[in-house]
C-alpha cells in the first residue's frame, strides 16, 4: 500500500498516522485525534460553503487514505466531501465514519468505463485519452447498504483490469529494457495499490513504480532530467523541467505526470467488454440499485491540472448529438470540473444539461498532493447551483430506494429537477444541523 505524506502539513505526525496500513489503525488515529480537539462544527464540515464530490484514495490511486481524505477535506474547510474511486468502493465504509467521526458530511461514488460502441461517435476519443470508443463515467450518491451489490458488482472488473495491467508491465518491461529499467508486477506495483483489499490497479500504479525506479537510479535533479531528455527522449517543458530538478517532496508525482502524459500510449493495451460494459448495462444496473449514472465531460484539453494529458480534442465537436443521446442511454446526470475548462465550454454544457433535464454534478479530481482540495474556479456564480447538488446527493444516500432522488416517489411529488434538488439539499442541510 502505498504510504506517501503529505510534508508541509500542520500535523504532519497526524497525517502519517492517517496512512497507516490498516483502515482499523487510520481510523483509530481519527478518534484519537478528534477526543483531543475540541468538537468539529456539527453543521457540516469546517463551516465552509464549498464542496468536493471527486476525491480519490489509495483505493484507486492517490496519497490519501479514505480517513486522510476526509480529514484533509475538513482542514481546507469543505463542507462536504465526496468519495471517487476507479473500479472500487472498498474505501467507502472508513470515509463514511470519517466522515462521521469529523462532522463531515460525505457522499459515495466511484469511476468506471463504458463502451459506446454502436453510437455515431464510436470510433473517436470520447472523454478517454487511451482508447476510442469507450468513456468514463461516475457513478454518484451510492446508497449505503447498496455498497456491498456495487463492490460484487466490480469484482469482474476488477479482475480483468488486473490481467490488463499485468500483460501491460511486461510492455513497459520491453520498452524501458535498453535503459536498463524493469518492473516486477509482484514485487514492484501490487504493494502500491490496496489490490488485497479490494482496490484497483491502474497505469498511474505501474509509472509510479517506474518513477521510483528512475528516481532511485538518478536521484540529482540535473541528472534525472538529462536522463529522461537525452535518453528516454521525453519532451520536458520549463515548469516540469524546474519541479524535477528542485529538492522537493512531490518530485515522484511529477515525473508520474510526465510519464502519464507521454507513455501511456506506447504500452496501453485497449480493455475489453469484461472491463468496460456496453454503456445501457451499467446505467440500468445503476439506476436499478439507487445509484445516479453521471458522464463525466472532459472537453478539448488545452492545459491539464495534473500535467498528464496532453492537449487534445474530446468530445466538443459532437457535444450537441452525445447530449441528445444521454438521457436514451440512461443517464441522469453530468459531472464537470470548473477548474478544467474554459468559461465557455461550460456555458455550453450547462447549457445542454436544462435541455435534456441532466442533473449536474461537479468536483475537484483530486490524486495527487500538489492539487487543492477547494476548486477556486467553482466560487464563480455561474457554478452557485453545484453547491446544492451536493448536499442533495447526501439526502439521496440516505432516503432509501423508494424516496431516491430519481425516484417515482420524488419524480411525482417535484416534477421538476430543480425543485428536487432544492428540496433534498435543504433536507441534508437541516439534518446536519439537527
Not at 468536493?52 to 486522510?68: G, K, V, W
Not at 457513478?139 to 447498496?146: A, D, E, R, T, Y
Not at 506495483?189 to 482496490?199: A, D, R, T, V, Y
Not at 472537453?299 to 480534442?313: E, M, N
Request: glycine share 8%.
Amino acid at each position: 500500500m502505498m504510504q506517501t505524506t503529505t510534508p508541509g502539513q500542520p500535523h504532519e505526525s497526524l497525517a502519517q498516522m492517517l496512512n497507516q496500513p490498516t483502515p482499523q489503525q487510520r481510523l483509530s488515529a481519527l478518534r484519537a485525534w478528534c477526543r483531543r480537539t475540541d468538537p468539529p462544527d456539527q453543521a457540516g464540515g469546517g463551516g465552509g460553503r464549498d464542496v468536493n464530490n471527486h476525491i480519490h484514495t489509495i483505493y484507486s490511486f492517490s496519497p490519501y487514505s479514505p480517513s486522510a481524505a476526509a480529514w484533509q477535506a475538513r482542514q481546507a474547510g469543505l463542507a462536504t466531501a465526496g468519495l471517487m474511486d476507479h473500479d472500487s468502493i472498498a474505501g467507502a465504509l472508513e470515509f463514511i465514519e470519517a466522515g462521521r467521526l469529523l462532522h463531515l458530511p460525505v457522499t459515495i461514488g466511484l469511476e468506471c468505463r463504458v463502451s459506446l460502441q454502436g453510437l455515431p461517435f464510436s470510433g473517436r476519443h470520447i472523454n478517454n485519452p487511451d482508447q476510442r470508443g469507450v468513456a468514463y463515467i461516475a457513478l454518484h450518491g451510492v446508497p449505503h447498504h447498496q455498497i456491498p451489490a456495487v463492490q460484487a458488482w466490480l469484482k469482474p472488473i476488477r479482475q480483468a483490469r488486473f490481467q490488463r495491467s499485468l500483460a501491460m508491465t511486461g510492455r513497459l518491461n520491453h520498452l524501458m529494457k535498453p535503459y536498463g529499467l524493469s518492473l516486477d508486477f509482484e514485487q514492484d506495483i501490487i504493494p502500491l495499490s490496496c489490490w488485497e483489499e479490494g482496490g484497483e490497479i491502474t497505469e498511474r500504479h505501474i509509472l509510479f513504480a517506474l518513477a521510483g525506479q528512475l528516481l532511485d537510479q538518478s536521484p540529482a535533479g540535473k541528472q534525472l532530467v538529462e536522463r529522461l531528455e537525452h535518453d528516454l527522449r521525453l519532451p520536458l517543458t520549463e515548469k516540469q523541467r524546474g519541479h524535477l530538478q528542485s529538492p522537493q517532496p512531490y518530485r515522484r508525482y511529477d515525473l508520474l505526470g510526465l510519464l502519464k502524459g507521454h507513455l501511456v500510449e506506447r504500452f496501453y493495451l485497449d480493455a475489453g467488454s469484461d472491463e468496460c460494459p456496453p454503456t445501457e448495462h451499467v446505467t440500468a444496473w445503476a439506476s436499478e440499485h439507487g445509484l445516479i449514472p453521471a458522464y463525466a465531460y472532459l472537453g478539448d484539453v488545452t492545459d491539464s491540472v495534473t500535467g498528464d494529458k496532453k492537449s487534445q480534442a474530446f468530445e466538443d465537436e459532437f457535444l450537441d448529438d452525445l447530449f441528445k443521446r444521454l438521457p436514451q442511454l440512461g443517464f441522469q446526470a453530468v459531472t464537470y470540473m470548473p477548474s478544467r475548462n474554459q468559461r465557455a465550454q461550460l456555458e455550453r454544457v450547462q447549457r445542454l444539461c436544462r435541455e435534456y433535464g441532466l442533473f449536474q454534478i461537479s468536483g475537484e479530481d483530486i490524486n495527487q498532493p500538489r492539487q487543492a482540495f477547494v476548486c477556486q474556479a467553482m466560487r464563480d456564480p455561474m457554478f452557485s447551483h453545484l453547491y446544492d447538488a451536493a448536499w442533495a446527493l447526501i439526502a439521496h444516500e440516505r432516503a432509501g430506494d423508494d424516496a431516491g432522488l430519481f425516484s417515482e416517489t420524488a419524480r411525482k411529488r417535484w416534477p421538476s429537477l430543480e425543485q428536487r434538488v432544492r428540496h433534498y439539499a435543504g433536507k441534508a442541510r437541516h439534518d446536519m444541523i439537527h
